[in-house]
Every structure is written in structure tokens, then in C-alpha cells.
């Protein structure tokens, strides 16, 4: 079956830095777009960054040039970098299959305050 798990996540200062990694089993993963999501207490989850392959990539415009998004497709696993934390950036980050999602992960809390 369909596995995503996340793990990275945790609590830094502001301006610290987080790698998020989420590691898929069940499917043939090179084949899939994968993303990150986010949601913030109160509000809508969000996609956060998404990629296709290293040349296709998207972010959400709040974190263009402090995260980037990656895969190593031998190992099944996609990654988030994030640098330049902010406390805006505090939310719980959701592993997805698919540019339409139709698996997510558990998803790992990330905590930015001082």
C-alpha cells in the first residue's frame, strides 16, 4: 500500500534552518509529482513547494529563495529544504502524491519562535 512518512521536523530560532524528508513505499515513485503542504493552526492547508523532476519545480510565492525542494528518485524519498525560517513559517508540513493529491503523510510539526 501507499506509505509516505515524514520526518525532520522540529522547533528553531528564526532565521534557523529544517530539512524535511519524506520517504515513499507502495508505488512506482519516479513516475509522480511530489509536494509539500502546510497548515497553520486556523487555517487552509497550502502547497508549500512541488516537483516533477529537478527542472520543474513550483513554490508558494512566501517561500521563494529560502526553500527548495528536492528528490532522489533511487531512494524514494522526496526533500524540503528550509532556510531563513520565520515564525510564519510554523505549521504542520504534509508529504503528497501527485499534482492532483491523492495520498498524504502524516504529517511533522515544525515550530519557528524564539
Known amino acids: 500500500q501507499v506509505q509516505l512518512v515524514e520526518s525532520g521536523g522540529g522547533s528553531v530560532q528564526p532565521g534557523g534552518s529544517l530539512r524535511l524528508s519524506c520517504a515513499a513505499s507502495g508505488f512506482i515513485f519516479r513516475i509522480y509529482a511530489m509536494g509539500w503542504y502546510r497548515q497553520a493552526p486556523g487555517k487552509q492547508r497550502e502547497l508549500v513547494a512541488r516537483i516533477v523532476s529537478s527542472d520543474s519545480t513550483k513554490y508558494a510565492d512566501s517561500v521563494k529563495g529560502r526553500f527548495t525542494i528536492s528528490r532522489d528518485n533511487a531512494k524514494n524519498t522526496v526533500y524540503l529544504q528550509m532556510n531563513s525560517l520565520k515564525p510564519e513559517d510554523t505549521a504542520v508540513y504534509y508529504c503528497?502524491?501527485?499534482?492532483?493529491?491523492?495520498?498524504w503523510g502524516q504529517g511533522t510539526q515544525v515550530t519557528v519562535s524564539a
Open positions: 503528497a502524491r501527485g499534482l492532483t493529491v491523492d495520498y
